[in-house]
């Protein structure tokens, strides 16, 4: 089956019982048990819920793994990740990953003596010379935000193997429309599920996927245990975003891909960051490992006051953090999305005072390239 039609037959579409074409949602939180020594598939909706189930079911078949989980956020679902670690596990991670999982890495897992490197991970001999004897796992995201950075998700896993470690792969930027992970040897994919797979702004979700049976049990086992589920009503409504992932994604990486050309000639525009540019360091790997470049670029002014006067003066992305919907999002990552890493980490990384990152919507691409040329033009 083709991915489109994945996302409509992922078999649990249809309401056994009634035939139902949309998933019903069971607003329940127990199940009537039909004997005392045959308890029925499900007990209480923190353990299962027949909506989030389907929901579930729906990423796994997505990402190729044999099982998925849904959480109530995508720091949800990346906590619960970490839980599977212990006092004394180390984890290389990706150098500018996700301003939220760098602080519940840094701020909240390390009170529990679970230590994080933070190295490039575009390089993989620092991948190599950061892994130490008590490394257990490589945390990874490509392309990573805001810098757009490729990472090589077949050279990482090979580096994981040898040594034993789990690959966890955050997948919310690509989606598994665009890069299937799990089918390029990682064991974890993650997602903040609010982004392009919920893709209108209207809930906050995560999801995880898992390559093994064991995984799945012990991913399982945390889910339950820390019980930070997805609700039933935001289970069906994530469903029916995803249902349209591939249509959105197709117009937004069209749009995104003129944006990033319009913008990469713009006299004010020193940089931009969009791995569908030929220029783009990790534009043939990107190419190799993923489908389509996606629809989030980033790129940085001639000075701050410039990247302050864009985010003043644009009329239709809304200047908000979060990305993946179907209005155009523009951010500014320093005050946004990667404002829990302090300032000098930050400037090293390369994420400067004059960055922008734009989320490509579904808005008509010639209405966004003026709107972006009138809040570009000098007062
Ligand atoms: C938004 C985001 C998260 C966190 O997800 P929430 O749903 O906001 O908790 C994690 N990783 C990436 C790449 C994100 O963009």
């Known amino acids: 089956m083709q991915f489109s039609t994945k996302l409509l037959h992922p078999g649990c579409e249809t309401d056994q019982v009634t035939g139902a074409v949309s998933v019903p949602i069971y607003q329940v939180s127990t199940f009537k048990q039909p004997s005392v020594d045959h308890p029925g598939e499900y007990d209480y909706a923190r353990s299962g819920n027949p909506t989030r ?92 935000n805001p810098l757009m950075k490729i990472t090589d998700l077949a050279g990482a896993v090979g580096l994981a193997r040898e040594r034993g470690l789990l690959t966890i792969v955050d997948n919310t930027f690509m989606t598994p429309y665009l890069q299937r992970p799990l089918e390029l040897g990682a064991d974890i994919v993650v997602h903040s599920a609010t982004k392009f797979l919920g893709g209108h702004s209207d809930l906050v979700a995560g999801l995880v996927a898992v390559k093994e049976e064991r995984l799945a049990r012990e991913v399982g086992f945390v889910q339950n245990s820390l019980g930070a589920v ?100 523009l951010s500014y990552p320093v005050t946004m999305s990667h404002a829990a890493i302090p300032p000098a ?20 691409a010639d209405d966004l390239v003026a709107d972006l040329a009138q809040a570009l033009e000098a007062l």
């Open 53 to 144: 189930r389907a929901l579930e079911e729906t990423i796994a078949q997505l990402e190729g793994g044999v099982k998925g989980f849904a959480f109530a956020s995508g720091m949800a679902a990346i906590s619960s990740v970490f839980c599977l670690f212990n006092t004394g596990d180390h984890l290389v991670v990706c150098q500018d990953v996700y301003g939220g999982t760098y602080r519940v890495l840094t701020r909240l897992f390390n009170r529990f003596g679970i230590q994080a490197t933070f190295v490039d991970t575009t390089d993989l001999d620092k991948i190599r010379r950061a892994i130490r004897d008590n490394t257990r796992a490589l945390y990874l995201e490509t392309p990573s």
């Open 230 to 329: 997805l609700g039933p009503q935001d289970s069906w409504l994530l469903m029916r975003g995803m249902k349209t992932l591939q249509v959105r994604l197709d117009r937004e990486q069209e749009t995104a891909g003129k944006i990033a050309e319009w913008l990469a000639g713009r006299p004010e525009v020193t940089r931009v960051y969009y791995p569908g540019l030929i220029d783009h360091p990790g534009y043939g790997l990107h190419r190799r490992q993923a489908k389509g470049p996606g629809a989030v670029l980033s790129f940085e002014l001639s000075t701050p006051e410039l990247a302050w006067q864009v985010m003043e003066r644009v009329q239709l992305p809304a200047l908000a953090v979060s990305l993946g919907a179907v209005e155009s999002i």
């Open 345 to 364: 980490e930050r400037h090293a990384l390369g994420i400067t005072d004059s960055l922008l990152r734009l989320s490509v919507g579904l808005e008509d």
